[in-house]
């Protein structure tokens, strides 16, 4: 029965969060609140676990709820919507960013930390630091959304707290062990294309244009360093590819000792996410396919990286 199956799940997932030396029964009696008896009859499997236990558990434990789900349900996926509120954007997305700075927070020093992205914009990992491209993206996405009444990037004003996070995230990222990024060709191609637009329409300034274009050319020097390094800020691993293929969306996977997260770009700064395990393989098996259609640029590749960056500059410098 599916019950039977839901709490077994359950059961199996709760064991993989335990040391060896605690024991299951009164773990979920702390948990739970429930008596000895209560508690034994659900470990029989004679009574099922409610919804509002598997939330408490879930919640106690770090426990995905779609993990536990996916044992009785291998073609589904739980993913969660992580869309900014369009009736107080700054705000929701300074609770999504700040989730985010929390976990990487908690996987500082994890040696077996790993991230993919596959990606036809800039990184927000690699770029949220610099102000002004932070702000453009926000821009752009306000924009679109025409209740938000966003009508010229110079009347946009970003909260300093969510400024300090976006930093913030930035650099917590440099502690994830080991990183690859493959990049889209066009992904600078794509940001010009958009700065132009803008301003042709006149809703960008001269000088903020010249603002984006200053701080576009030092995010491509700082990316030309570290790939030249292979290494981040904290001396963990970085291999940066360039596709030879375009992409359609950017993919993103996190792997830590006690999470798999997945990870789909949309709506601009907006994302969906999972951490069903299948999906997750799924998500890394695809990235990691996507090497064997591109370049590496870091560490080796010198020829390749000198070039592709001189290209990006050439690109940033047409504006």
Known sequence: MITDELSTGIIEAVKTKLPQKDNLANTLMDILYIGKEATYRRLRGEVPFTLAEAAILSRKLGISLDTIIGTSFRENAVFDMNIVDYQNPFETYFTILDRYVKLFH???????????????????????????????????????????????????????KLINVQREFTRMTSHIHSR???????????LVNDIQYFSDIHLLSEENKDNIKEETLLLIDELEELAGRGKSETGNDIRIYISNINFEATYSYLETTSMHLSMIRVYAINSITTQDNEMFGDFKEWIQSLKKFSTLISESGEMQRILFFKKQREIINAL
Do not use: A, V
Not at 111 to 118: D, L
Not at 180 to 190: A, E, R, T
């Open 106 to 160: 908690t996987i500082k020093g994890d040696t077996s930390s790993e991230m993919g992205t596959s990606s036809n914009i800039i990184p927000l990992t690699l770029s949220m630091k610099h102000d002004i491209l932070s702000k453009f993206r926000l821009f752009k996405w306000m924009y679109q959304n025409e209740s938000m009444r966003c009508k010229h990037f110079d009347e946009l004003e970003i909260p300093q």
């Open 180 to 190: 690859d990024y493959i990049w889209d060709k066009m992904i600078f191609s794509n």
